[in-house]
């Protein structure tokens, strides 16, 4: 299984993201997080800001939307050129619909669920999406500890990606860090998104080979 690690910027300098896109140029994708101060209480930017990052990014941009009016916004996201975008099953009144127009605009497109959001839609409907996010956090902040009780969705979902044996990439966000991460990778995940424990760190670029090493061989 390949391993993809995803820094959030999140954690980033807000008045520098290009200085910091650079310290961590050797990551497979940047996650950039959407909130809009109504589906989650706290606000970061929104189009023009991640089409400017569109431009300058060093690596593929991966969009993580926690916005209302996913219906209506989404393919503006996947508009900017972002490899993927990622909306929430929560905030979207036909979860399919949704991701068969992000995926015409030329996305990939993941299906988010918060902790306490069952996966069942998401399970039934698996091939219309080329990611699956599991949230190991309440989304809206970054530096939470990992919730271990949506875990087992984790478990779950790589169960039903197997068994279709489509090339669906189970991603994990919130609270990751070098001392769980093959735990986590244990359950099945394979695409990790880390904010603090990646921006956290004097050496970006060598923390984001360490997630990768440690995740890479989990049962270790
Ligand atoms: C939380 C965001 C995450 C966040 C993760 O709502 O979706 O991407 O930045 O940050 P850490 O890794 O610090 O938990
Ligand atoms: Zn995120």
């Given at each position: 299984m390949?391993?993809?690690?995803?820094p959030s910027i999140l954690s980033a300098d807000f008045v520098n993201f290009q200085r910091d896109f650079e310290t961590i140029a050797n990551s497979d994708s940047i996650h950039i997080d959407v909130m809009d101060g109504h589906f989650v209480p706290n606000l970061t930017f929104g189009l023009p800001m991640v089409a400017?990052?569109?431009e300058i990014a060093p690596c593929p941009l991966d969009v993580h939307l926690m916005i209302d009016n996913v219906d209506r916004l989404a393919e503006g996201y996947a508009?900017?050129?972002a490899?993927?975008?990622?909306?929430?099953?929560?905030?979207?009144?036909?979860i399919v619909a949704l991701a068969r127009r992000v995926r015409a605009c030329g996305a990939k497109v993941g299906v988010a669920v918060k902790p306490a959001t069952a996966l069942d839609e998401v399970l039934a409907n698996?091939?219309?999406f080329d990611m699956v996010l599991v949230m190991t956090v309440e989304p809206g902040?970054?530096?939470?500890?990992?919730?271990?009780?949506?875990?087992?969705k984790v478990e779950l979902a790589r169960v039903e990606i197997d068994r279709i044996g489509a090339d669906i990439l189970l991603q994990?966000?919130?609270?990751?860090d070098e001392h769980n991460i093959a735990r986590v990778a244990n359950f099945g995940a394979d695409t990790f998104v880390a904010g603090t424990s990646v921006f956290k760190s004097v050496d970006r670029a060598g923390q984001i080979e360490l997630l990768r090493e440690l995740a890479s061989h989990p049962s270790i």
């Amino acid at each position: 299984m390949t391993v993809r690690i995803h820094p959030s910027i999140l954690s980033a300098d807000f008045v520098n993201f290009q200085r910091d896109f650079e310290t961590i140029a050797n990551s497979d994708s940047i996650h950039i997080d959407v909130m809009d101060g109504h589906f989650v209480p706290n606000l970061t930017f929104g189009l023009p800001m991640v089409a400017r990052m569109q431009e300058i990014a060093p690596c593929p941009l991966d969009v993580h939307l926690m916005i209302d009016n996913v219906d209506r916004l989404a393919e503006g996201y996947a508009d900017t050129g972002a490899a993927s975008v990622t909306f929430h099953a929560e905030a979207s009144s036909d979860i399919v619909a949704l991701a068969r127009r992000v995926r015409a605009c030329g996305a990939k497109v993941g299906v988010a669920v918060k902790p306490a959001t069952a996966l069942d839609e998401v399970l039934a409907n698996l091939s219309e999406f080329d990611m699956v996010l599991v949230m190991t956090v309440e989304p809206g902040f970054g530096g939470q500890s990992l919730i271990e009780s949506s875990l087992h969705k984790v478990e779950l979902a790589r169960v039903e990606i197997d068994r279709i044996g489509a090339d669906i990439l189970l991603q994990v966000d919130g609270g990751i860090d070098e001392h769980n991460i093959a735990r986590v990778a244990n359950f099945g995940a394979d695409t990790f998104v880390a904010g603090t424990s990646v921006f956290k760190s004097v050496d970006r670029a060598g923390q984001i080979e360490l997630l990768r090493e440690l995740a890479s061989h989990p049962s270790i």
